[in-house]
C-alpha cells in the first residue's frame, strides 16, 4: 500500500501561480510512477500531467503544456506540480496518484492509488 497526501492548493488570481506537493508513504520501496488528475464540478476527472513508466519521460494534458510543470524528488518521494499562468478553467480538486504497473498514463483505470485531493480555485 501507498499513501499520498496532497498540500498546497488554494485561491488565486488568474494568471497567479500554485505549487501541489504531493508525499508518498507506505511501500514506497517497491516502483511506482505518480501523476496528476483534477476533476471540476460536472465533469470527468482527467489527465493533468505524469511521468512514464520508466521515469524518464514527462506528459502534459494539452491545456497546460508551457503553463505546468511537474517534477519529482526521490529522495522525499514527493511529487509537485508547479503551475504558472493560472486560468479560472484550472479551477478543479487536483489529485495524486500512483501506480505500480505499466500502463495508459492519462487513464485514471491505470492507477492504484489516490490522494484526497486539494483545491485550487481561480478567480477572474
Known amino acids: 500500500q501507498v499513501q499520498l497526501v496532497e498540500s498546497g492548493g488554494g485561491l488565486v488570481q488568474a494568471g497567479g501561480s500554485l505549487r501541489l506537493s504531493c508525499a508518498a508513504s507506505g511501500r514506497t520501496d517497491s516502483t511506482y510512477v505518480m501523476a496528476w488528475f483534477r476533476q471540476a464540478p460536472g465533469k470527468e476527472r482527467e489527465f493533468v500531467a505524469g511521468?512514464?513508466?520508466?521515469?524518464?519521460?514527462?506528459y502534459y494534458t494539452d491545456s497546460v503544456k508551457g503553463r505546468f510543470t511537474i517534477s519529482r524528488d526521490n529522495a522525499k518521494n514527493t511529487v509537485y506540480l508547479q503551475m504558472n499562468s493560472l486560468k479560472p478553467e484550472d479551477t478543479a480538486v487536483y489529485y495524486c496518484t500512483a501506480r505500480q504497473r505499466s500502463g495508459s498514463y492519462y487513464t485514471a483505470g491505470s492507477y492504484d492509488y489516490w490522494g484526497q485531493g486539494t483545491q485550487v480555485t481561480v478567480s477572474s
Open positions: 511521468f512514464s513508466w520508466g521515469g524518464s519521460s514527462t
